[in-house]
């Protein structure tokens, strides 16, 4: 990185965001964010319907909608739907530093377990499964690929540590 990044291997991405969320009923949000979830970078609108009960939160909306159950004290069960793109900076080393961005675009749906192991330590077990996925790049010989690709099943763990 320090010898050959630049500008391209930073970006800055962020949202904002209204929510009105009474303690124990339905509510909103709208917002605008900046990210790279849906491949390139791009700003794009936040809208959700909440709602937060005592054994469930619910956000319905664009782009994500999730679900979480309490179903013990100190572990959630939950849904997840949201944008699962990205986009990285490459430079080459099979054509002599050629610089192109790999772009990925493709929907998560996930189920998860969290257990809140300790007021600030949590672990987090993830199935989830990816669809409508595609991949944009160069390859070795400088030729654009810009494939779809299968869908796929996703494990992962977590552990996460909040101050």
């Known amino acids: 990185l320090f010898s050959r990044g630049g500008s391209d291997d930073f970006s800055l991405y962020g949202n904002a965001s209204i929510e009105r969320l009474p303690s124990g009923g339905w509510g909103w949000r709208a917002g605008a964010a900046y990210d790279d979830s849906f491949g390139d970078e791009r700003a794009y609108p936040v809208l959700a319907v909440l709602r937060d009960g005592d054994a469930f939160t619910l956000e319905l909306g664009w782009p994500r909608t999730r679900i979480d159950w309490k179903v ?29 961005f790999y772009v990925t675009e493709a929907w998560r749906a996930q189920l998860l377990v969290q257990w809140f192991i300790t007021p600030h330590w949590q672990v987090d077990a993830v199935v989830g499964y990816e669809f409508d996925r595609s991949h944009e790049f160069e390859d070795d010989h400088g030729l654009r690929i810009d494939e779809d690709v299968d869908s796929t099943v996703l494990y992962g763990v977590n552990f996460a540590y909040r101050f």
């Not at 069960?77 to 002599?96: C, K, M, N, Q, Y």
């Open 72 to 100: 013990h004290p100190r572990v959630n069960l939950g849904f997840d739907i949201a944008p699962a793109g990205g986009r990285w900076h490459v430079v080459s080393d099979e054509r002599d530093g050629a610089e192109f």
